[in-house]
């Protein structure tokens, strides 16, 4: 068990020393391939990692949720027939400028 915790303790001084600057190692050849930042990396702590995933994890026991069961708009039906008023008017536009188009079409076959 002992060689455990020092291999563990090991692992993290090795993560925490920082890089020579002389030599680039294979990680950090990685890094600026894929233009990460190198100094989250080395400065990276386990343990405050999970302590602060600990304070703002909630399971929402209880009243809360994570889904909002109330939206936002006030009356669904008039949210509703608003996107229908907005889809005809837009279909009506289309219409007019299918029948322009088809104007100008009759219009440049005359003239030939």
Do not use: C
């Not at 600990?54 to 399971?59: A, I, L, Q």
């Not at 400028?97 to 005359?110: I, S």
Request: hydrophobic share 35%; glycine share 2%.
């Amino acid at each position: 068990m002992p060689n455990q915790t020092t291999a563990r303790d090991g692992q993290k001084i090795s993560l925490s020393r920082p890089a020579e600057a002389s030599e680039a190692t294979p990680l950090q050849q990685i890094l600026a391939l894929l233009n990460v930042p190198v100094n989250p990396l080395q400065t990276f702590d386990q343990e405050k990692t999970v302590n602060i995933i600990g304070n703002t994890f909630s399971d929402f026991k209880g009243a809360s949720s994570a889904i909002n069961v109330r939206p936002t708009f006030n009356n669904p039906i008039e949210w509703i027939s608003k996107l229908h008023e907005e889809k005809m008017e837009l279909y009506e536009r289309m219409l007019r400028e299918k029948d322009e188009q088809l104007e100008r079409l009759k219009r440049l076959t005359e003239e030939r």
